[in-house]
């Protein structure tokens, strides 16, 4: 269902939020459960969390949300937004439209895919003043860690990054090469040194080297070039170095369950790595990847479904921490439509609007419920960036929301994505649960999968101690 308000002419939408607010709903999804609920904000901030039927503070505005469900905003820290540099790719204006509609109020861009890269604190610079008066969620960054700028990582971090991307394979993108073995060691003691995380994507340059290289049309080709063996030796040399240094490692967008058993061991061990997995592995399989449909396409690659079930296994054990898009579009063209050719086509899965949906959809499948949901997309993400006022209803968190009618369903249509590109491979699939509207802040900045008013976001640099 759609909102009611009373009154409505007060509405908190299109640029001035109200001093006071209360969103009441059936089902609010707290750290501690979903439960009935009266949620209080106050200058964009949750002040309380009362019973569903408290009245509400005298002269606040009141949203009731009837039966749907108000979740925590989703805070999406796998986003590449590709801006400035590769505009036509993407956009921070497009990003966060699509970032918006789909229930998530906070992105962390990725260093890589714009030009200049986050490399330097004078590319940060680049990045920020473009993306200043163009964002409809909040967006921060990440840096990048590429040979030769050892000497930049303590000035980025110092300049509000949320930790330091690196590739152990070529990226895809000349501007951004990957990291030896040797400089990976030097860049995580470095950023040990001062309390830096590095994420990395994490694939065995030497496994991949030796897998087979067939272009064309067939997906088992491309599944067969990309080895789980391959993530699996890269996890198993970063969680060694971590281990050593006593330093902080982050896996990105697993995708191999062969690694869950290292990482569930490090764990246990106090070695402080977490990892992530995104909705399209699990959601999509390899089995139903139709040759040429090179919309599947991503690095690493949908793996099968056996594979499939021992990842949500481990989201629901906690050994993965989180799920986020890796949203990492292209222009039609550089999807090789035209071909099909899988080894030519860009390997990225647009899903930012998605995301919310696409793992409720397996999600209830599979007997989890949406609590489950909002910690893997809401509050692993925020802990993992330390998002602090981020990732929860709670008070004195942001009052970052996403209302979700969580029985509605609705097909995929790419033209109506807000993504700047319109090629998905959701397209076509029913989905349960839509999102009815996004909030940040207490202003609403989505409804009905369309931006509600101008950009609101805003400009995030990590907090430090």
Known sequence: MSPTRKNPATAPTGGHPVQELVLRSTRVVTPEGERPAAVEVRDGTITAVRAHDEPPPHGAEVVDLGDDVLLPGLVDTHVHVNDPGRTEWEGFATATAAAAAGGVTTVVDMPLNSIPPTTTTAHLDVKRGTARGKVHTDVGFWGGAVPGNLPDLRPLHDAGVFGFKCFLLPSGVDEFPQLTPPEVEAALAELTGFGGLLIVHAEDPGTIGGAPQRPGRRYADFLASRPPAAEDRAVEGLVALAARLDARVHVLHLS?????????????????????????????????????????????????????????????????????????????????????????????????????????????????????????????????????????????????????DPDAVFTVDPARLRHRNPITAYAGRTLHGVVRSSWLRGERIAVDGAVDGPPRGRLLSARRP
């Open 256 to 404: 191999s369950a062969s690694a869950l058993p290292l990482i569930a061991a490090a764990k246990r061990d106090g070695v402080r790595v977490t990892v992530e997995t995104c909705p399209h592995f699990l959601t999509l399989t390899a089995e139903e990847v139709p040759d040429g449909a090179t919309e599947f396409k991503c690095c690493p690659p949908i793996r099968e479904a056996a594979n499939q079930d021992a990842l949500w296994q481990a989201l629901a054990d906690g050994t993965v921490d989180c799920v986020v898009s890796d949203h990492s579009p292209s222009t039609i063209g550089l999807k090789a439509k035209d071909t099909g050719d899988f080894a030519a086509a860009w390997g990225g899965i647009s899903s930012l609007q998605l995301g919310l949906s696409a793992v409720w959809t397996e999600a209830r499948r599979r007997g989890h419920t949406l609590a489950d949901v909002a910690r893997w997309m809401s509050a692993g993400p925020a802990a993992l960036a330390g998002l602090t006022a981020k990732g929860a209803i709670a008070a004195g968190r942001d009052a970052d929301f996403a209302v979700l």
